[in-house]
Each structure stands twice: as C-alpha cells, then as structure tokens.
C-alpha cells in the first residue's frame, strides 16, 4: 500500500485537482439536496410489527396528530370577547388548505348531548357569540354541567378554551408551520393570549433549532481545534491543513447524504462535530512523525521524508481509522433509521478524513515542500519517568480499576430510556413551557390509544358488563396514574346520553345496564348527532373500540406506567374474549426507545468483538487484542454508569454513546501498541519498551486526547439538552479512555511481557 501512495506523490498536483473536483462536486450536491427530515413518524422503522398494527388503528379510528391552540383570558372566557376570537380563529383553521373542516374541535363546534321530552337531542353550545350576560351565563352553566367538553376543551378553571386541529400526514410543512403561529400571533390581544403546542408543531420547532445549531457549532469547533491543533503542530500551515482535511471529508459526507436521497435528521446535525474531532488525528500522528523524521535527519528530500512518513504511519491511520468506523458502522445494527444512517455516514466520513490524510496531506508536501523544524534536541527523561512510575505501582492501576468498575455496574442499574420529544428542547423554551401550561390546565397533549378488538364479535362492545370493566379501567387509570390527565371512550358518551336522559342526576352518570338500552341510546345519537363522531371511539359493527389516554407526559415512564395499569385488566378482558393492542404516536414513541436499547446493546457488542478480533488479527496476537479491548470496555461501562448516576437517560442521541465511545477511545491503543510492538524488537526488556513508547506517542496521544475532549466538550453550547449530555459523557469517556491506555492498558501489557516471551525463549 505505501508504494501506491509514494507513486501517487509524484503527481501530487494530479491527486489534488481530483480530490477539489471531487469536492466541488459534492458540495453542489449538498447545496441542491440536503433536506431536514422533520416527520417524527419517518424516525421509526414503519416494517415494525408495532407500527404496521399503529397504522392500522389510525385508520380504523381516524386517529390523527393535532395542533393544540389554547386561548387564555384570565379574567374567564366567558365574554364576547373571548368567545368571538374562539369562533373566529376555529372558522380560519376549517378553511386553510391543510385541515378538514370536520377535524376542527372546539367549543363552537362540540355537541351537546342533551335530553328532550321526545328523547335526546345533539345541539351546539353557541352559534352566535352571547353578547349578554344572561346568555354568557348560560352557556357557563350548560359547559360545566357537561363532563364530555368541561375540563377537555374548557379549563376547570374556566380561563382557558382549546381548539384542536387534527392534520393528515404529509400536509405539515416549514411554511405551514409558519403560517400557524402567524394565525395564532393574529389574534392575542391585551386580554387574550394564544398558545400553540401539538407534535406538529415539535417537529416544526425542531426543524427551525436543528440546522441553526449545526451552523453554531462548527465555527466554535473549528476555533477550538485549531488553537489546539496549533500548539501540537507549531506551524499555521500545518493546522490548517489538516484542518482543510476533515472539512473536505465533512463535504463528501453530506454531499453523499443528499445524492443517495437521505435526509438529515435531528441526530445527523452532530456529524460535522463528529467528523470534525476524528478527523483531525490522522493528520496530527502523520506531522508528528515527519516531525520526528526532518529533526534527525534535517538533509532527507520532501520525496525521503514523506516516503518514511507513510511507511511509519499509513498502517496505524488506517487501523485506527478502520476501528473508529467499525463503532460507528455497527450501529447499523439499529432498526432505528437515524441512528443508523448517523452510523453509516460517520463511518464514511472517518474513512474519507484518513484516506484523504494519507493522500492529500502528503501530495500538498510533494506540491509545497516540507515544513520546517527545529534540529532534534536531548529527549525529556519525563515520560520514562512516569512509565516507570505506573508500572512499579501496578496494582494501583488494577485495584482503581476493579473498583471503578463495581461502581458503574451499580450506575447501570439506575439507567432509564426516554422516547420524549420534548425533553429535546430547554425547560424554559417556549414550546416547553406552553406544553406544561396546557398540561397544567387540561387533561394533557400526549395521546396513547389503547385498542380493545373482540375479534370480529359483533356487538361486543354494546354489552354492559364490557362496557363496566372499560369504564373501571378508565377510573383506575386516572386514579392510580398521576400523569393521567383523563381518558375518553364510548363510555363516555354512554355515561352522558343516561345522565340526560334521566334529567342529569348524577346517580345515573353510570353506564346502563340493559343492552338494548345501550343499543337505543346509540341509535338516538346517530340519529340526532353527527354519527362521525363516534368513528373515533367505536367501529361500526362494535366489534372494535378505542380508549384515548389522555398524558401529561410524553417520556417512557409516564407512558409504561400506564400500559402496566392498562395490562393488569387483560385477564379480566380475555375472559369476556377480548385482546388489548396500543397504538398512537405516545405508543409509537415507548417502542421507538424499546429500539434504540435494543440496537444499542447488539452494536456494542458486535462492535467491541469485531475491534477485538480485527486487533488480534492484524498484530497476530489474540492477547494483544484481548488487552486493547480493556480500555474501551471501561469506558463504555463508566459511560453507561455516569449517565445513570447523573439520571441522564438513554434516548435517541445518547444512545450513540458506547459505539463513539469505542470507536474514538480505540485509538489511542492502537497507537500505542503499534509503537509499543516496534520498539520491543530493539528494547531488552518489556519496561524499556514501554518507555520508548511513552516518550515517542505519549505526546501525540495526549494532544489527540485533548482534541476530541475538548471537541465534544463544544456540544456544551448545543441548545438541545440530548446533545450536551452526549457531548459531556463522550468528553468524559475520551479522558477514561486515554487514562485507561496510559495505565490498566499499559500494566497489562508489560505484566504479560507478551513481545518478550518468544524472544527470551530462543
């Protein structure tokens, strides 16, 4: 291999006019191409059994994602005033372009079951605005005497009323986002306040915060690595050379991402970060070594220094380039697509930053001629000095170790998975903060469907004694469950129809007990009202019924919390010959992290075997493949163990962890141990290769270490949460992982004298 690169370097102009080509290719391609992939269904792998079945009930029920307006006067909403903007902004919202008119909810648009002398009547709670207050009276009385609309689209409180606009798939986008808080925005005024939440309208908000913090982040990573970059090369040309390197790499990457068709998601933001602090070690090992090379042998030719340069260091670059993208390849064990597209395209950029270091670093050399040093001075006895140190106190490495980790198996227990969307944004963001009002105010804006299917028995879901356990389920969920805010059913209108029926005493707020009463009630409803309504909670033949679970909380625990109540009644279901299913984005969401846990644990275990087995094959030695992998399965367990002690959950950023983690960390044992084999064939003893090693590597390594710490440590200034939590614990893993070379790893290898054996034999 490194005869094909010293022939590549005697055309080195050739070699640099393909590789801006190539460049200036792909940077148009991501110019035309590049879209942000803001549907939060295409994050998750729709094939899943799960989401097949999900998309079924949507169907079947209608089941739509809404956008919540909730209109706020604090003085009550029961004015002309207020109620006019509900009317107004509910009949806007029925004729925009994106939303039905039947799939706008509100209080202008509610029925109101009432019963008549001739039976029961389906009404309107206002069609004109009251204008007295005898009338606003009125309508205050008629709300609150009616549990399907009081405290779901009218606050207990009587301050806040809702509109709830349910869109179709594929109708939401950027502009229409826009539009919706430009309509909202239209009608606050001194009295009233309009706020805006609902899934759309996250995905919308995420889609405005994610390239705005990519575009953040690079400039300071940037500055960041090049005044480190500066301190270990010394030279300005140098830094930005290889400075120049990964940001050629980053295009290609992205330039791949948008001529295959794959968009950027929320989590492909952080791959310039990524791409930016790999990249830039190739480089750094390959001027460290030329470095080295021009100081002893300060008459060698820019063709003699840059020849001994690739044969020194073409092998580690690619070992360590191969092992960093084999952790983020395997995470395209992942049925999660972002995560494994990040996998893949990361894996891609490492590779791109090492060959173009290999070529494109050594051609502008060949091109512009070798950097200047200074001549070699007498060696630091500092790094012999500490190697000694570590070794002689060998069993301080070993004891910490084991210590450390029984300490984060025990952090491991404590770590949870988060399928919310929200815990994305700060807690004091506007989108949070409108969601927790709402959820202060109403029943909550997570939805989680629970779907009770009699297969094919009809009319089981007219039978009282189902209908009793449905509403007993109902009542247990909200007692038992405080994120519950309610639950809406058939039910719930069977509970109203008797209740009006019998002049609204509430001892008849219950559920009837006669079938064909059950069956009349429904035939007055369908009669009266408008039948589409019931299209959500029940199929036509009754064979099929859907409960929506109203949270106020979309993270894991809310959502489990309620399944397991949920799934305590199975029994009594089954034995009435009915199976429960869940469907809905709150649903769709818990096994959407189920996922991500899933694929994490299968990645970090392929991941840490192939490394392992691809090291022990290439230094022909399973020991030494077992060792190096001591590091790096040290620091996937501390990772795990901090986020756990710290409540830092797992989700679809942090999952990244342990295969970055390995990845990244790999590096600096495989550095290590190439330098460390090479001078055991001229050391007399393991101690004196080992201080060798340290006094050749221990600097570059230790610049690579503070390179990618402080890389990620960049991740601080992310205006998602997720992503400082990731950028704090990979900083932090770096750091394990570069101790865990210099100390545990370096133990290991002296105490196993495992280049030493074979030679002292013969």
């Not at 001529?259 to 952080?270: F, K, L, N």
């Not at 310039?272 to 001027?287: E, K, N």
């Not at 509970?495 to 008849?508: C, G, I, L, P, T």
Request: proline fraction near 3%; aromatic fraction near 10%.
């Amino acid at each position: 291999m490194e005869k094909g690169l010293i022939k590549l370097l005697k055309m080195p102009w050739l070699v640099l006019g393909i590789c801006f080509a190539l460049t200036l290719v792909l940077f148009l391609q991501m110019k035309e191409k590049s879209r942000l992939e803001t549907d939060l269904d295409k994050y998750m792998p729709q094939e899943h059994p799960a989401f097949v079945y999900s998309a079924m009930a949507e169907e079947w029920f209608s089941i739509k994602d809404g956008i919540i307006f909730a209109i706020e006067n604090k003085n009550g909403i029961y004015n002309a005033e207020t109620l006019d903007t509900l009317k107004q902004l509910t009949k806007r919202l029925q004729k925009l372009q994106q939303i039905n008119k039947s799939d706008v909810n509100s209080l202008y648009t509610a029925d109101n079951i009432v019963g008549t002398e001739e039976g029961l009547d389906v009404k309107a709670f206002f069609t004109r605005v009251p204008k007295t207050q005898e009338a606003l009276d009125e309508l205050q009385k008629t709300v609150r005497s009616n549990e399907m609309v009081y405290g779901r689209l009218v606050s207990e409180s009587e301050t806040v009323t809702l509109v709830v606009a349910e869109l179709e798939d594929g109708v939401f986008s950027q502009e229409f986002y826009n539009e919706i808080l430009a309509i909202a925005a239209s009608y606050q005024t001194e009295n009233i306040k309009v706020y805006v939440v609902g899934r759309p309208i996250v995905e919308g908000t995420l889609a405005l915060l994610a390239p705005a913090d990519m575009k953040k982040m690079i400039p300071i990573v940037l500055l960041v690595l090049i005044f480190v970059l500066f301190l270990a090369l010394r030279k300005i040309k140098n830094t930005l050379l290889v400075m120049l390197v990964v940001l050629i790499s980053t295009i290609w990457t992205f330039g791949l991402m948008a001529a295959t068709g794959i968009p950027i998601y929320a989590v492909s933001t952080m791959l310039p970060v990524m791409l930016i602090v790999t990249g830039v070690a190739y480089g750094m090992y390959l001027y460290s070594d030329l470095e080295a090379y021009i100081r002893n042998n300060p008459t060698a030719t820019k063709l003699e220094a840059v020849s001994n340069m690739l044969k020194a260091m073409s092998i580690p670059v690619i070992i360590t380039a191969v092992t960093t993208s084999i952790g983020f390849l395997s995470l395209l064990t992942s049925q999660v697509a972002p995560v494994k597209y990040f996998g893949l395209f990361a894996g891609f950029g490492v590779l791109t930053s090492m060959t173009l270091s290999l070529i494109f670093i050594p051609a502008v050399i060949m091109a512009f001629g070798l950097p200047k040093f200074k001549p070699a001075q007498e060696k630091s006895q500092l790094a012999y000095r500490i190697t000694a140190t570590i070794i002689q106190n060998k069993y301080v490495s070993i004891i910490g170790t084991v210590v450390v980790i029984l300490l984060m198996i025990l952090g491991t227990q404590k770590l949870w998975i988060n399928s919310s969307f929200l815990d994305k944004f700060e807690k004091d963001s506007d989108i949070v903060l409108t969601d927790k009002f709402i959820n202060a105010h109403f029943g909550g804006t997570t939805a989680l469907n629970l779907i009770l299917d009699a297969d094919g028995k009809l009319n089981t879901f007219k039978q009282p004694e189902v209908l009793e356990l449905i509403d007993k389920m109902q009542a247990t969920l909200e007692l038992e469950v405080p994120e519950v805010g309610t639950s809406f059913a058939l039910t719930n209108f069977l509970k109203r129809m008797n209740k009006v029926m019998h002049e609204d005493k509430e001892a008849f707020d219950i559920i009837p007990d006669n079938q064909n009463l059950i069956a009349q009630y429904l035939l007055l409803y369908e009669m009266s009202g408008d039948p589409k309504n019931l299209v959500k909670a029940v199929n036509y033949d009754y064979s099929r019924l859907n409960v929506t679970i109203q949270l106020k909380s979309d993270n894991s625990k809310t959502i489990n919390s309620a399944i397991a109540v949920v799934q305590s009644f199975a029994p009594d279901f089954k034995k009435l010959g009915i199976s429960i299913n869940f469907a809905g984005s709150g649903y769709k969401g818990l096994i959407f992290s189920d996922l991500i846990l899933n694929g994490q644990i299968w990645s970090l275990i392929l991941c840490i075997l192939i490394v392992i087995i691809l090291l022990a094959f290439m230094f022909k030695n399973i020991s030494i493949g077992l060792i190096s992998g001591v590091p790096i399965l040290i620091t996937a367990l501390i990772g795990f163990g901090i986020m756990g002690f710290l409540n830092i959950p797992l989700n679809a950023t942090t999952a990244l962890l342990s295969s970055i983690a390995v990845g990244i960390g790999i590096n600096f044992a495989v550095h290590f141990i190439y330098q460390y084999k090479g001078y055991a064939l001229i050391s007399s003893n393991s101690l004196e290769a080992a201080q060798k090693t340290m006094a050749h590597s221990g600097r570059s390594i230790s610049f690579n270490a503070i390179v990618v710490i402080l890389g990620f440590l960049v991740l601080l200034f992310s205006v998602f949460p997720p992503n400082r939590e990731l950028g704090f614990i990979i900083s932090l893993n770096m750091f394990t992982s570069f101790v865990g070379t210099l100390t545990i790893m370096l133990v290991l290898i002296n105490k196993s004298n495992v280049y030493f054996k074979n030679r002292d034999k013969k």
